[in-house]
């Protein structure tokens, strides 16, 4: 019989290995955060929100989340094996193409948001404001949690 410290570190390793494995949902699209694809060979931000980084960790009951990688994983499962449509809404700081994607007519950004897993990025948009009081009053996601906003997160890294 294993032991339940070797299941909870080989369910570690399964996890972070799907993190640095850049999962592929299909020829031409991968997932590489929860608010970043890469379609058709372009890297796509998804505009007006902001999703904790992958290496970002919260707390929830006292156990460490890797809430970075939730959001991702979210993100891989809503879109499964579709292919997101996305409107281009110009390019940021790093070149990368802003824009709303979505999948069967959902805004992407606007499911991640009223989830949990994504925060109204409103220093640049106010879209996604109402998203973000939905999940914050049912508390939802990240939510549930103690957490560090990523913009929070990124300027300490």
Known sequence: MINLKI????????????LWYNISLANNLKVVDGDTIILNG?????????TPELKQICMKDDQKIFCGISAKMLLIKKIGNKIPKCISEGKDVYKRTLAEC???????SSFLVKSGYAFAYKKYSKKFIKDEEFAKANKLGLWSMKFQYPWDFRKKS
């Open 102 to 108: 979505f999948i069967d007519g959902e805004s992407l």
């Open 42 to 50: 372009e890297k796509i931000r998804f505009s007006g929100i902001d």
């Open 7 to 18: 299941m909870k570190q080989l369910l570690v390793t399964l996890v972070l290995s799907l």
